[in-house]
Structures are given as structure tokens and as C-alpha cells.
């Protein structure tokens, strides 16, 4: 153990100083290989396999060969690769503003003091148990022009009916309705945490200078907050990118293309029409655009994040 | 500037009464110390006065206005809290401006007059800073920063040094003083701790479960204390408290003990009471004849004074000696006490004769 511990101490003072790289004890390794099979398994190899592919003309039955950087060049020039990143912008944008927007509202309204609110906060937080599929089904069958919930209630009110997911104009918003119904409760919950953290005696002070209610929430409880918002942002901003179950489950992308998004078309290409090496160089420009995505998020996060401003 | 007037003014918390009906007059630009033992009520009573608690009953007036329902940003007060209640995301700067912001106040008032605060306050170098980068004595200048840009009618203090540590308490008061001495703006100053409120204000109020037990001057309530809590409260050690009786123009204990009794006491009337007599520490001299004989069972010297407390006829006796004695455990030594300084106390009421 002694041996382990002065290692320790050795690497952590080379690493502060930043001149030699950490090198482990050969007593560290029984610790450390478990894991680096398993990331190098189910991370590693397949990342460098799907470089692999992305590189080869590979459709399943006809024989592979080495295009080197063919099939981006053939991204760049492909009108419905474009047409789905358009969608898949359009989707997470929407999909993280409404969930951002509303879950801070019922995280505020949560914050307060009512009657029930534990039983009322339990029953909000359902949708984000349920599973992606069953979701997508039950939204279907209420999403139906005809026989639907929805234009039933719309009809109550002297709207519709509308075609929901049925329509090329209004299919991107009716699956952002339904991921905005299951993903607002997962912001209230991270925005509710945020809310009782921050302290209160500021409000007082607030008070006694002079802020109304709204600018107590302008210029305190937002900016104190902001950490908080970053922390949902990023969470929803990667799972909206992302989001596959719902879309294929409802639309599988149509009707046409109109709800093609990146990862629905490149499971289609590598899939249903099992042009693999294409799909491959589609999920790695993917893959690289969610990595710069989150980075930018975390940037933004360090700037937001007032509570650990002394060691900036 | 204002004048502060409190009449009547009671808090009940569900079936709790914390406040019984306090009536105060503050005059413009008099820094008054409310001060008590923690739970009488006088952090409950200023809040009220800053409006951050509902009156139960009662009404506060600043200057002319009543104030007593009007929301605390309209009452033209600014308050020092104990924990400062900075802005935790805005630099000095800004929480210090930030009330002027709320005011829509312009960018070059705002800059001038967080200017002129800092450099009262030395805070010039620390502007961009954030409060999680400052010192507790630094923080606490900020509040009281913030406070003095608002130029506010009255200023409200609620216990701001107790956070810090002795040594930097002693320099603050010193400071919150010269800051009051220098602007004259009318002071609230809540506090525990009865040596800030002596040193620091102009008048005192003392509370005890939510009543006023005494409002007076600093000497005047440490010479002529109303009650027995006021002059156990106010003065450092505690004054001592004996039980007896006056008997043949002396006040006599139970175990014997003889004390002087105040020139101002009238033996026949008093004759036969029980009594309680009071006499401070510090006003017990040790003699080298004559006087009481009392055995020393505790002394702590602090190098300016000796503290000891003594055994005279099995009652005991806090001494607080400011010449250097060389008093040990065990030892017997005399000590007198000065007449004029004894005071007497009735046992029932607990008022001062």
C-alpha cells in the first residue's frame, strides 16, 4: 500500500508540474485492465470500425472496396442528407426550448407552497418513466385525424382538425409535442433542484433595494439558476440530436422525408438499403457534430456557472 | 434622514405573541442599539421596522409617512443583514449598484456613487471581484457598501459583526461608528452583544421576551439599571446579585455577609425586606485593612485586569480588580465596596429601589 501511495504522490507532483506524462505501478494495471476491455470493446473498436467502413464502398451482397474519402464527397453533395440535418435542427431546437421553457415554468410553480404538491409533482414526473415505443403508440392513435383525442378536443374549442403527424408541415412539430410531453418533467426535476440550492436570504436583500417580483426573478433567481438550465440543456440538447425511438416508431421519417432526421436516414442507408460504408461516413460527420455540439454547451456551462467564478 | 416612530407595535406568530406592544421613539439621525438576549424579539422588530414581517398590531412611522403597510422597497430604508445576503453572482460592483439599477438610475450616477462608497469603505481594489472571493470583514463592507449607496433614510443593522471573528468585530465597530459619526444617518443596530451596543449608540433598548425592559442612555442604564435583567445584562462580568435583608442600617445576607448600603436608601422603610443587592465586579476594590474578608476560589488574569471570584461568609462575590494583585487559589484577601456604587433590588418585582 505504502508503494502505491508515494506513486501516487510522485504522478500527481509530475503532473502539476506538467512535465512527465502519469505513469501507472504495475500493481494499478489488475484495476484498471477490466475496464479498458470493456471500453475497448464496445467503444473503441467500433468508433475505429465505423472509420473502417466509412472509408470502404460496402453494401451487403456485392463485394467491398477502399474509396478513401468517397462517400463524404458524396455526402456533401446529397440534397436529402442536407434536408434531414435541416430537420434535425429544427427538431432539437424544438424539442430542447419548449422542455427548457416549460419545465422551468412547472419547476417555479413547483418551488411553491400548495396543497398536494407532492402527489401533484409525482404525477408530472410519469411521463418520463414510460417507454419510448408504448409512448409513440398511444400518441399515434390520439395523433389520428379521424379518431384521435387531439382534433376531438380541438373541435371542442372551434379548431381543426388538423393532420398532426400525418402532414409534411405539421410532422416535426406534433413529435416535438410528444417529446416536450415526456422530456419537460426530467427539466423541472434538474430546475427544481437548482431552485433549492440557491440561497434565499438574497432575496431579502432584494427586497430591502428595491425589486419587484419579476426582477427578482430577472436578475436573481435566473442568473442562479443558470447553472442549472446549462446542466438541462446540454442533457436534452445530446438526447433531442439523438432521438431516433419516437420518430421511427411514428413516421419512420415520412411522410415523404419530412421527419427524416440525420439518424433516421443513416439507419435507413445502412439498413433498408444496406448501403453500409455510406450510412458509416454518415454517423461519423454525425458523431462529430454532436462531439463539437457538446463542447460548445460546456463552454457556455463554465460561463454560466457563478458559483465557481473565484477560480476563473 | 428621518425620525422613527414605533407605537404599539406587536408580532404574533400563529397563538405566539413575540412582541408585546413596543412603543419607540427614534430621533433623526440617533444611532439606537436594540439589544437582548437571543429570542426577545429584537431581530423580529427590525425586521418589521424594514418590512420584510407583517405588523400584527401597530404602527411604525418614518419621518412622517406610516409605513407600516408598505412593501419594504418603498419604505427608503437599507439593511446590513448578519449574513451579509450579498448577490453571490454579481461582482462588488454590482451588488453594490445594483439597487441604483433597479432605480434606473444612470450608468455615470450609479459609477460615482459606488465610487464614493468604496473609497469610504476601502473597497476600491475589490470591485470586480465576487463575494465568494472576499473575506468575511471584506463581505461585510460590501453589505454595509450596498446599504450606503441608496442614501437611504434610515439605516438598519441586523447583528452584521457576529460572523466575525474578535478581533476584526472590534475593528468594524469602530467603523460602522466613524461611518455614522461622519454621515448622521438615523441607525437601527441590532445586536446581542451588550459591549457593541454600549460602545456604539447613542441610546440603548433593552428587550427581554419581547418587552422593553429599559431604554436609556449607555451610562444611564449601566448606572441606573431599571431592573434586575437590565443590570445583570448590561455590564461585563455580570453584576453580582446577593439576597439579604437591611438590618441596623447595613444589608445583612442570610450566611452574615455584610454590604454597604447605597447613601440614597432609606433603612426604615426598607428595614425587614428581603432585598436583592447588586453591585458590579469593577466596583469592588481590594484593601489591605478593614472591608470583607473573602477566600479567592477562582482568578484569571487577562494582563489589563483580574477576575476572581471570592468566598465571603459562603456567599460568593465576582471581583474584577484592574491593578495587578498577586491573588492566588486559596488566598484571603479584603475587599471594600464603594457605597454609591451598590445598588438595591425589590425581590417581587425586580425593580431597582
Redesign the interface.
Known sequence: MASVGMENTAARSGREKGSKPVRLAPNYWPFVIPALVVISAVIVFPWVFTLWMSAHRWTLGQEQSFIGFDNYIRLAGDARFWESLWHTLLYTVLSVVAPLFLGTLAALVFDAQFPLRGFLRGVFVMPMMATPVAIALVWTMMFHPQLGVLNYLLSLVGIGPLEWIYNQSTVIPSLVLVETWQWTPLVMLIVLGGLASI?R??Y?????????AW?KFR??TL??I?PFLMIALIIRSIDAVKSFDIIYAMTQGGPGTASETINIYLYNTSFAYYDIGYGSAMAVIFFIAIVALSFVLLMVRQRTN??E??ER | MASVNIQNVQKRFGAVRVIHGIDIDIQDGEFVALVGPSGCGKSTLLRMI???EELSDGEIRIGTREVSNL???DRD???V?Q???????MTVKDNMG??L???KAGAEETRAKVDRAASILGLESLLER?P??LSGGQRQRVAMG?ALV?DPQVFLFDEPLSNLDAKLRVQMRGEIKALHQRIGTTTIYVTHDQVEAMTMADKIVVLHDGVIEQIGAPLELYDRPANLFVAGFIGSPAMNFIRGRVEEGVFRTGNGLTLPLPQSANPATLGGRELICGVRPEHIRAVATGGIEGRVELVEGTGSEIYAKLTCKSDEIACLFRERLAVRFGDTIRIAIDPSTVHLFDIETGKRI
Do not use: C, T, V
Open positions: 440561497p436570504e438574497p431579502e436583500s432584494a427586497e430591502i433595494d428595491g425589486a419587484n426582477q436578475y436573481l442568473p442562479m443558470a457563478w458559483s467564478m473565484e | 424594514a418590512g420584510l412593501p419594504a422597497r430604508i437599507a439593511m443583514f449574513n451579509y445576503a450579498l448577490y453571490p453572482h445594483f439597487a439599477k433597479l432605480k465576487y465568494r472571493q450596498r441608496r
